[in-house]
């Protein structure tokens, strides 16, 4: 399931190529940085909250990573994210 999250960019990272672990073909990524923090809809003040987020685009393919510009900065861009992670053990405390 897929989630929209809209921000502004404040940060864009370089394009790295990153090598196969099993001697396959490499993939491309690049991070960028989206403040969604928000603001109060009645005053405008912006909340205490922060919500700043590190996302990281990846594929196999290149052209999307050369897409986003580095003067984009500063300007309102949303994103789709599709979430997923793998299973987590954590040691018991005490």
Request: aromatic share 8%.
């Amino acid at each position: 399931m897929a989630n929209q999250i809209t921000g502004r960019i404040i940060e864009i990272g370089q394009t790295v190529q990153i090598p196969s672990k099993n001697g396959g073909s490499s993939f491309t990524k690049r991070e960028f940085i989206l403040d969604a923090t928000t603001y109060d809809p009645y005053t405008g003040e912006r909340s205490e909250y922060e919500n700043v987020i590190p996302l990281e685009l990846q594929n196999r393919c290149a052209w999307w990573c050369i897409a986003i510009p580095t003067n984009n900065i500063g300007t309102t861009a949303s994103a789709t994210v599709d979430l997923s992670a793998t299973a987590t053990e954590f040691p018991a405390s005490g």
